[in-house]
């Protein structure tokens, strides 16, 4: 019987990963657990080349030769109090865009503000509107409602605001804080938004742009996991956006976020959710007002 040849490699390529580099399904089990308990995130058996992915790029830090060495460091090495933040970071997803689901930051600006602004509390004139944006991710969100109010300032109609942004990803929150990202990421912000709050390198080949300071100064960045017993966030809201995070949590966790969640949000405030996610039966003080938006009862 002839033998399969194994194709050249080069100096200095590295080999391809072995079938024995992955993950067995019971450390993966393992793993997956830890993960759930700790951000309510599910990784089903699906998820497992994904993970394998991801945590090889902790491999090289961590001076470990395969996943095998990481998971015997993770799981009986003692090593996971060190390594949990990593870990999270790792297998957190972070899509995000500016004015995505755009409908949503009209509904914003044309009828939740203006809904708001008649409320006895009166945010934005007696009290500075508040407004957060829970799972922020590398913060487009945040920065779209910023840019959207600073334009209704320009408008001459300024409106007091405070906008507070949390994720449990710090690499995640590292590049909010920065305000900097990839060009193309600028493709689905207006055209007259772009030119006044976005800032591109003179270098033809930085393919980057930066978020000007006024847009990077409106908003507020704070490091907080929802399966966290309290959020250290104001009890009176009267924006939240939540927006394709409930699709990672099983029933039980939707919720349980979602009643802490409006606990945060005062009566009449707004909470935006995923246009593919939804809350039916949960028994919520929450009206339905448009395609996944919902105010506060």
Same mark, same amino acid.
């Given at each position: 019987m002839?033998s399969?040849?194994?194709?050249?490699?080069?100096?200095?390529?590295?080999?391809?990963p072995?079938?024995?580099?992955?993950?067995?399904?019971?450390?993966?089990?393992?793993?997956?657990v830890?993960?759930?308990?700790?951000?309510?995130?599910?990784?089903?058996?699906?998820?497992r080349t994904?993970?394998e992915?991801?945590?090889?790029?902790?491999?090289r830090?961590?001076?470990? !030769?395969?996943?095998?060495? %990481?998971?015997r460091?993770?799981? =009986?090495?003692g090593?996971?109090?060190?390594? +949990? /933040?990593?870990?999270?970071?790792?297998?957190?997803?972070?899509?995000?865009?500016?004015?995505?689901?755009i409908?949503?930051?009209?509904?914003?600006m044309?009828?939740?503000?203006?809904?708001l602004?008649?409320l006895?509390?009166?945010?934005?004139?007696?009290?500075p509107?508040?407004?957060?944006?829970?799972?922020?991710?590398?913060g487009?969100?945040?920065y779209?409602?910023?840019m959207?109010?600073?334009?209704?300032?320009?408008a001459?109609?300024?409106i007091?605001?405070?906008?507070?942004?949390?994720d449990?990803?710090?690499?995640?929150?590292?590049?909010?804080?920065?305000?900097i990202?990839?060009?193309?990421?600028a493709?689905?912000?207006?055209? !007259?938004f772009a030119?006044? %709050?976005?800032?591109?390198?003179? =270098?033809?080949?930085?393919?980057?742009?930066? +978020? /000007?300071?006024?847009?990077?100064q409106?908003?507020?960045f704070?490091?907080l996991?929802?399966?966290?017993?309290?959020?250290?966030?104001?009890?009176?809201?009267?924006?939240?956006?939540?927006r394709?995070?409930?699709?990672?949590?099983?029933?039980?966790?939707?919720?349980?976020?979602?009643?802490k969640?409006?606990?945060?949000l005062?009566?009449?405030?707004?909470?935006f959710?995923g246009?593919?996610e939804?809350?039916?039966?949960?028994?919520?003080p929450?009206k339905q007002?448009?395609?996944?938006?919902?105010?506060?009862?």
């Amino acid at each position: 019987m002839m033998s399969e040849v194994e194709a050249p490699r080069f100096i200095g390529e590295p080999a391809p990963p072995s079938s024995r580099d992955g993950l067995s399904p019971r450390d993966f089990g393992r793993l997956a657990v830890i993960i759930e308990s700790h951000t309510g995130i599910r990784m089903p058996p699906t998820k497992r080349t994904m993970v394998e992915g991801r945590l090889r790029r902790r491999l090289r830090t961590l001076g470990l !030769p395969d996943l095998n060495a %990481y998971c015997r460091h993770v799981l =009986d090495g003692g090593g996971l109090d060190g390594e +949990l /933040v990593n870990l999270i970071d790792a297998v957190t997803t972070n899509k995000t865009d500016f004015f995505r689901e755009i409908d949503h930051f009209r509904y914003l600006m044309g009828t939740a503000i203006p809904a708001l602004s008649r409320l006895p509390h009166h945010p934005g004139r007696d009290r500075p509107l508040k407004i957060w944006s829970a799972a922020c991710s590398t913060g487009a969100e945040p920065y779209t409602v910023a840019m959207l109010l600073l334009e209704q300032a320009r408008a001459g109609m300024p409106i007091r605001h405070e906008i507070v942004a949390t994720d449990i990803c710090t690499e995640a929150l590292a590049t909010a804080r920065m305000g900097i990202y990839p060009a193309d990421m600028a493709g689905m912000v207006p055209e !007259p938004f772009a030119s006044r %709050y976005l800032m591109r390198s003179r =270098d033809p080949e930085d393919a980057t742009v930066r +978020l /000007v300071p006024p847009v990077r100064q409106s908003v507020r960045f704070g490091r907080l996991n929802m399966m966290d017993p309290a959020y250290p966030v104001s009890t009176d809201m009267d924006v939240i956006f939540f927006r394709n995070i409930l699709i990672y949590f099983d029933k039980a966790t939707q919720k349980k976020v979602l009643e802490k969640l409006c606990g945060h949000l005062r009566p009449g405030g707004c909470l935006f959710i995923g246009h593919s996610e939804t809350i039916t039966n949960m028994d919520l003080p929450l009206k339905q007002a448009g395609s996944a938006i919902f105010i506060r009862s």
